[in-house]
């Protein structure tokens, strides 16, 4: 997230915070009449007008302002400086929810939208078990469910971008051996704890209002991927940010890894049930997850079978298991109902 913030900083934030909360709406009149540099702003500072919105945030809390502000040569530059720098908390807590909002929507809509006209199967909307008007309930249920998740991922973010977590730069700290390894590291490490988190929320105590609402979609399409209850949601990611906080991640790694966990949850939910492929008893794949939402009590885990093997919830998927067939069957009924009719 720390890339993500730095680069939005650069290329929007600092301007928009500049023009939101203008430097000059805190300096002294004489302050005001000309431009200065202020070098935490990252950006020059110039002479603004007294209007009522600049009165208006003059009482908003802001960190002191450095004397470099008051005694620095004049810049002409059409940018104004923002009184909240780019290291204030804030600022930082505002801006990372709005580029995560912003962000999880783009992800969300466009890896959805691709998995659902390219490899989703028209067909299985055909399925009894799958709900009337199902898509748009679906991304209803997305769309409400983001805002809390994100705030309750918030502190993990902040701590990231504050320097609290084990990312690092360079891969020479660490090699490119533990480079390569920390990938596969980072998925068992994940896969484990989303196993144990996600069968605890199968739970009498819990599931009824914490995990069913996921399962509402028997028969689900990729825009079911998002579509949990925010606390449901934020409970699976966790381990996913607890990682970099017990072990060291290279930080480009880290946010590569962090879109193919978003890619992989849309993928697997597009009730694809390909069986027969040769990593089919390793990899838990959309075949896995598709008789997890039918059956509820087995293929916990997110990418291996490794877990679900151990905690002795795996099922095998298999032709015979296809929902695909009671599709078929539906079919068959209907038309043979039909013709009955027209007999």
Sequence with gaps: MDIILHVADDLILDRAWARLLPVSAFTTASSNAAGLYNTSSHVPVVASHSSAWSQLISHIPHPPLPDELLTSPLVASETIASAWPRDYLPRQIISVFTLTLV???????????????????HEMMKHPRFLKNQIKLEIQCSLKAFPLMILLTLPWFIGEIRGYSKLYDNVEDYGWGYFFFSILFFLVFTDYCIYWIHRWEHHPICYKWLHKPHHKWIIPTPFASHAFHPLDGYAQSVPYHLFIYLFPLHRKLYLGLFIFVNFWTILIHDSDMITGHPLEKVINGPAHHTLHHIYFTVNYGQYFTWADRMGDSYRQPQSELDPMLEVKAAEAKKAKVAL????
């Design 340 to 343: 009955g009719k027209e007999q």
């Design 103 to 121: 962000g999880i929507h783009v992800l969300y809509f466009l890896f959805a939208y691709l998995s659902y006209k390219y490899i989703f199967n």
